[in-house]
């Protein structure tokens, strides 16, 4: 916010939602200028509202299963008949495990019991409490859990890598501050101050362009997406 603000010359605002449809709600409604989103929720952006690329966070997104230290899991087949402390259904990490687990053979729900949780950090301390066996979150947040946490915890499985959050502008914007906003984020890791607080706070070594690939990459996942939003 604070490099936007200097380079673009123009007060920047930060806004979310409650929950994730009214999110993709608020997006569909023009509601905001430009979105940090969810890499799945960035393409669907682009498929319904066209929704213009900007850039993308550059670490790929991948989510770990977590079990106790002294659990007996050892692989991702040990899983069936237990419960998995999840986060919401439509969150990129989560589509990413079913994706793992489906290829096992194991489907959440059938094979697999499931535990909503309202975080990353509750999902993994629901292994600690009894009230789960294991825990699907991002990479991310693990590095980020506090280490008297971490330590009582042990990873049986990585998800494939996918693009992590993208940032995608409203083509109401218009061409010329599309130009401004999508150089300023590309040249945002040349700003040695502030990339380098917005590295420490959030484990993220910076920004980069998006590819084609990247947007392949989702299609599937939204369609996933879209399913679950219509049974909502």
Do not use: C
Not at 136 to 151: D, H, M, Q, R
Not at 163 to 171: K, V
Not at 177 to 193: G, W, Y
Request: a positive charge; proline letters at 5%.
């Amino acid at each position: 916010k604070s490099y936007l603000e200097r380079v673009l010359k123009r007060e920047v605002i930060i806004s979310t939602a409650p929950d994730f449809p009214e999110f993709l709600r608020r997006t569909g409604a023009n509601e905001y200028d430009f979105v940090v989103t969810a890499p799945h929720f960035a393409k669907l952006a682009e498929d319904q509202h066209g929704f213009v690329r900007l850039a993308k966070i550059q670490d790929p997104l991948r989510g770990v299963f977590l079990v106790a230290k002294t659990s007996p899991y050892q692989k991702i087949a040990h899983l069936r008949g237990k419960t998995l402390a999840i986060l919401n259904n439509l969150a990129m990490v989560t589509l990413l495990g079913e994706q793992q687990l489906l290829g096992g053979g194991l489907q959440l729900g059938r094979d697999i019991n499931v535990s909503n949780s309202p975080s990353h950090t509750s999902a993994a301390l629901a292994i600690a409490s009894g009230a789960a066996d294991a825990a699907l979150i991002s990479e991310w947040a693990l590095k980020i859990l506090p280490t008297a946490n971490k330590n009582h915890l042990r990873v049986l499985a990585y998800t494939q890598p996918a693009p992590n959050i993208l940032f995608m502008a409203n083509p109401q914007m218009g061409t010329h501050e599309i130009i401004r906003l999508h150089n300023a984020l590309l040249h945002f890791n040349e700003d040695r101050i502030n990339s380098a607080v917005f590295s420490q706070n959030t484990g993220y070594s910076g920004i980069g362009p998006i590819t084609e690939q990247d947007m392949q990459f989702l299609k599937p996942f939204v369609t996933l997406l879209q399913q679950r939003l219509s049974r909502k």
